[in-house]
């Protein structure tokens, strides 16, 4: 089991800046990449971003520019820092991680909730 735990939510002016986090503990071995979703008010949830165990990272093309994904490895940390938001960008954010086992897993954490006023 993989347990995800996010922080760094809040109510942020657009334009501004917020850096999100999202903590990993237990089985981390066969993770073989990382990222993140959100979900805006009555929309269905969208992919943000993904960070693999090489560091290479992936990014929804609308927010390649003001979105980064990191990885501290040895903390067990996943990073979105998050510049120019915009109202559009409200929503809660949602860590996962993917696990390559018997099969492919996918594990979640609880959300932490972004708010970009105008």
């Known amino acids: 089991q993989v347990q995800l735990v996010e922080s760094g939510g809040g109510l942020v002016q657009t334009g501004g800046s917020l850096r999100l986090s999202c903590a990993a503990s237990g089985r981390l071995l066969n993770i073989i990449d990382m990222g993140w979703f959100r979900q805006a008010p009555g929309k269905d949830r969208e992919w943000v971003a993904l960070?693999?165990?090489?560091?290479?990272?992936t990014y929804l093309d609308s927010l390649k520019g003001r979105f980064i994904i990191s990885r501290d490895n040895v903390r067990n940390m996943v990073y979105l820092q998050m510049n120019d938001v915009k109202p559009d960008d409200t929503g809660a954010y949602y860590c996962?991680?993917?696990?390559?086992?018997?099969?492919?897993?996918?594990?979640w954490g609880q959300g932490t909730q972004v708010t970009v006023s105008s």
């Open positions: 996962y991680a993917r696990e390559s086992a018997s099969r492919i897993n996918f594990y």
């Open positions: 960070i693999d165990r090489d560091n290479r990272s």
